[in-house]
């Protein structure tokens, strides 16, 4: 052995975790970059008051809420309750599109894929094909 003592290896100290790496938004250029953030921060802005009485719910109600509506869409017998799978599906997509850029890219394809699922079943209701 040479000379040199070793030191030890120290773990971090219990409060001092390391910060998850930030993800970047890609670079699509200045003009697509703010045109994309000057439209999300307007329908942020416009969504506010909804998002509030949202928020003013009971947790149940949001999860039974949309449910009802689902079920309802799906086992009336009728071709107009398409027309609730519609509805909940353009729900579902103001949802996602305020939460988009917090959103991991496997969440995105998975709720996009639940709206188109909805939009075939609710056009499918109307068309008489689903009953």
Request: aromatic share 6%.
């Amino acid at each position: 052995m040479s000379g040199r003592k070793r030191t030890p290896k120290r773990s971090p100290a219990k409060g001092s975790a390391k910060r998850p790496a930030q993800r970047r938004p890609a670079n699509r250029g200045p003009k697509a970059s703010t045109a994309n953030h000057e439209t999300r921060e307007r329908l942020a802005t416009a969504s506010l008051p909804a998002v509030l009485f949202l928020h003013r719910l009971p947790k149940w109600a949001l999860v039974a809420g949309p449910l009802l509506v689902l079920l309802l869409g799906l086992l009336l017998p009728y071709a107009w309750s398409g027309v609730l799978l519609l509805v909940l599906a353009a729900f579902l997509s103001w949802l996602i599109v305020l939460a988009w850029p917090r959103m991991a890219n496997p969440a995105r394809v998975m709720r996009v894929l639940v709206v188109l699922l909805l939009v075939g079943a609710g056009v499918a209701k109307m068309l008489g094909r689903l009953t």
